[in-house]
């Protein structure tokens, strides 16, 4: 035998480097908690059903409660002799309460257990992660709510096409953050399920209680099969997924904010505060925040990507490579809570230029659509109407002018149904206010938005 709490079988043991290679305490050492708690409820159920002895269950209870106040207090140490962090607190609750310890692993697997720790852990940070989503939601909501009359260019191609109120474009992204917590809140229900009792992939001959356990970790539903429960991870991969998505939108938004804090823009400020200045040029105010979210965005497909092809291929139930899970799931969900909160404060923070916004509005052409739709109102047919105004745009744009710029008498050489009443059609807050069709931009329209999300997030 060897020193490993598996040694039975061994007769030497594995070089430094190997030791190092297979070892995962570095870092699943974030599941201690959770390892500690699992433990506890599983012991609980193996003193209730006479699997071991009552004495013994408050033996193991005791020391696992010790453990806790350790680790709570940083009096823990781990060490890669003891390889994860399962046998790491076993050796730990040995050193405590000596032998006895060995009866907590009873009717239980590291594959369960590793199992069960991954979901705890999960699901303690989704509920963490929710309130931050809604967070950042609620901050979109009160900026918008001062910026319902900000007119600004709306744009396709990246080119000028129409007006749009930026609380009309702020609450899109409110829109889609919606899904993303929705997306999470499912995301929840994956992984409220107890894998403990699994063992190590077939079930236990013990007289166990999975409810019971399940109960006592809370889980609102337990696996049904012991090969599913030890061996897939798909509700990481939701998970990282939907984390995908989420730092997604988030990334498509910073570059508007990157975008839009450049001189070219010049449609917003970042706060000093989310910003930093260069070692060389004194003049400069980076928007290193934005850029950060953006591309952090490009690790957490990466921890996507990484997950599903170390699951692709392998059979069931549980292998070795299943521990490849683990730092993808750390690295985004640090990622995705710091970059939600960063985003939250930025766009608190940052500064509206209404008048740059609506300056570059009234210097275009993004109101042609509204000389052809009001050429079209007169009864030209809509096909016909955008000609004649595609030629008048050129035409302005031989002269250096806009369309506000073209004269009655001109217009009514374009057109005889042309009346004064255009000029008023061609102003960008007409053209906003009125596009009151459901889910335009209308004011109205994001006034009831507005309402409506507000109640959504009890505001
Ligand atoms: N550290 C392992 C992991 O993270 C725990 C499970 C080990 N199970 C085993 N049969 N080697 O996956």
């Given at each position: ?36 708690q ?13 699997i ?11 020391g ?29 609750l ?47 909501v009160?900026?918008?709510e ?18 749009i ?5 702020l609450?899109?992204?409110y829109?889609m953050f919606?899904?993303?917590?929705e997306?999470l ?12 009792g ?46 995908a ?7 498509r938004?910073c ?39 953006r ?20 059979p ?6 299943l ?10 969900v ?33 109101n042609a659509?509204e ?26 744009i ?30 960008p ?19 009831k ?7 959504d997030?009890?505001?």
């Amino acid at each position: 035998a060897t020193t490993k709490l598996w040694g039975g079988r061994f007769t030497a043991e594995p070089s430094e480097y190997v030791q190092k290679f297979g070892a995962s305490i570095e870092f699943d050492q974030l599941l201690a908690e959770e390892d500690i708690q699992g433990s506890l409820a599983h012991v609980q159920m193996l003193g209730d059903q006479g699997i071991i002895a009552k004495d013994e269950m408050s033996s193991i209870q005791t020391g696992l409660k010790q453990l806790q106040v350790q680790l709570e207090q940083g009096d823990l140490t781990f060490s890669i002799d003891n390889e994860d962090i399962h046998l790491n607190l076993e050796k730990a609750l040995t050193d405590l309460i000596g032998p006895v310890a060995g009866k907590l692993h009873t009717a239980r697997s590291r594959n369960d257990q590793v199992a069960l720790d991954m979901h705890l852990y999960l699901r303690n940070r989704l509920n963490e992660l929710l309130p931050l989503v809604q967070d950042l939601q609620k901050t979109l909501v009160q900026k918008a709510e001062t910026n319902v009359e900000t007119i600004m260019p709306g744009y396709t191609h990246l080119q000028h096409a129409q007006p749009i109120s930026y609380a009309h474009y702020l609450l899109a992204y409110y829109n889609m953050f919606q899904r993303d917590y929705e997306r999470l809140t499912f995301n929840l229900q994956h992984t409220d399920i107890s894998p403990i009792g699994a063992a190590a992939l077939a079930g236990t001959t013990f007289p166990i209680d999975r409810q019971q356990t399940a109960d006592l970790l809370d889980f609102k539903a337990l696996y049904h099969n012991s090969l599913d429960a030890v061996s897939d991870r798909d509700f990481i991969l939701e998970f990282l997924s939907n984390a995908a998505i989420l730092m997604m939108h988030l990334s498509r938004m910073c570059e508007e904010l990157v975008l839009w804090s450049s001189q070219e823009f010049n449609y917003i400020e970042l706060s000093d505060t989310y910003s930093t200045g260069s070692s060389i040029m004194p003049q400069k105010k980076n928007p290193d925040m934005a850029e950060l979210i953006r591309g952090k965005t490009g690790r957490v497909y990466g921890d996507l990507l990484g997950l599903l092809t170390v699951m692709k291929g392998l059979p069931l139930a549980y292998n070795k490579d299943l521990q490849e899970d683990k730092e993808g799931m750390f690295d985004t969900v640090n990622t995705l809570m710091m970059s939600l909160k960063v985003m939250k404060g930025m766009v608190e923070t940052l500064t509206v230029k209404k008048e740059q916004m609506k300056h570059a509005t009234v210097h275009d052409f993004s109101n042609a659509t509204e000389l052809a739709d009001y050429l079209a109102k007169k009864g030209i047919p809509f096909r016909q109407a955008h000609e004649i105004v595609g030629a008048t745009v050129l035409k302005c744009i031989q002269q250096g002018k806009f369309l506000k710029d073209i004269t009655l008498s001109e217009y009514q050489a374009i057109s005889p149904l042309i009346e004064a009443d255009v000029f008023t059609a061609l102003d960008p807050v007409t053209a906003v206010k009125t596009r009151d069709s459901l889910g335009g931009t209308g004011f109205d329209e994001i006034r009831k938005e507005l309402a409506q999300a507000k109640a959504d997030l009890q505001l």
